[in-house]
């Protein structure tokens, strides 16, 4: 089984290296045709995609922007990482088309200038959030926390994501206002109004994004405080690592609510407080590996 998985990495990186190579050889226009052609088969279809992207040249994007709305998901898929490789030139195409009727379009266009970062696409990725399809709005909220993470008027945005009528959308906002850590200080009383859902996902992740915002607000420790009696032990362990690192003085009691959580049935949620009890120095790696195989 290992030679397989090995023999099939090996094929795909000789793959790769074809596709680089017919790349520089061949014009760019044998790629768009192929692209473009619904006759032709998928994979062929794909590699041209990704063979657009690998040469980079902006006279491909409409065409990678068109083969956005394709029937196949793998098609779309490969033009979307087509436009994030060639990057700036595409930001244009990818903001109009956050205005495309389909959704699939505007959903993907606003994943791809997430990946491409660029601050010009924050006006434009604004109005999104209010679009009318929930997987536009999560990929929005997504690319916003990505491309900037310094301004107050994104974080704002993201507070605003954290009412949000649907819950994936809301643990995006969370998840994101976590990873862009203190500047992000202003979303505490959010994430903390969220551990009034009954969603678990969602008050798991507002308890990791408190402690990694790390303001040790009279909100925040509180808030955390009251998590750890959460009737998920996933959502008590976050809780406890969280209050660890906005309150140090607390290790020692997120070391008890730690070393409950390793008596939970479900094998990731102990590996989980395995190994932030091993972040702390309270338990050796080994140990952590055999409670992740405990049964």
Not at 248 to 274: M, N
Request: proline share 3%; hydrophobic share 50%; aromatic share 4%.
């Amino acid at each position: 089984m290992r030679c397989c998985r090995i023999s099939l990495i090996f094929l795909g990186i000789i793959s790769a290296i074809a596709i680089g190579i017919a790349a520089e050889g061949q014009e760019i226009g044998s790629f768009i045709a192929q692209l473009q052609n619904k006759e032709e088969i998928a994979e062929v279809r794909r590699k041209a995609a990704y063979a657009l992207g690998q040469i980079g040249d902006p006279a491909s994007v409409t065409v990678l922007i068109q083969a956005l709305k394709d029937d196949r998901g793998e098609i779309r898929a490969a033009a979307a990482a087509a436009l994030v490789r060639i990057g700036s030139p595409a930001v244009p195409e990818l903001i109009r088309s956050l205005k495309s009727k389909d959704p699939v379009v505007r959903s993907t266009a606003a994943y791809a200038l997430g990946r491409i970062g660029e601050s010009d696409a924050i006006p434009a990725l604004m109005p999104v959030l209010s679009d009318q399809r929930w997987e536009v709005r999560q990929n929005a909220v997504a690319a916003l926390g990505k491309i900037d993470q310094a301004s107050q008027t994104v974080v704002f945005a993201l507070i605003q994501a954290l009412s949000d009528k649907h819950i994936n959308v809301r643990i995006w906002a969370a998840s994101m206002l976590g990873q862009i850590g203190a500047p992000a200080e202003a979303a505490i009383p959010g994430l903390a109004h969220a551990f009034n859902h009954q969603q678990v996902t969602l008050r798991g992740t507002a308890a990791k994004a408190l402690g990694q915002i790390g303001v040790p607000t009279q909100t925040a420790v509180a808030t955390l405080i009251n998590a750890l009696s959460d009737e998920s032990p996933w959502v008590r362990a976050n809780a406890a690592y969280a209050l660890v690192q906005i309150d140090s003085s607390k290790q020692d009691t997120a070391i008890r609510v730690l070393t409950e959580v390793l008596s939970c049935k479900v094998a990731g949620v102990r590996l989980y407080a395995a190994r932030v009890l091993a972040a702390m120095d309270d338990i050796s790696q080994a140990t952590v590996v055999k409670l992740a195989r405990k049964e």
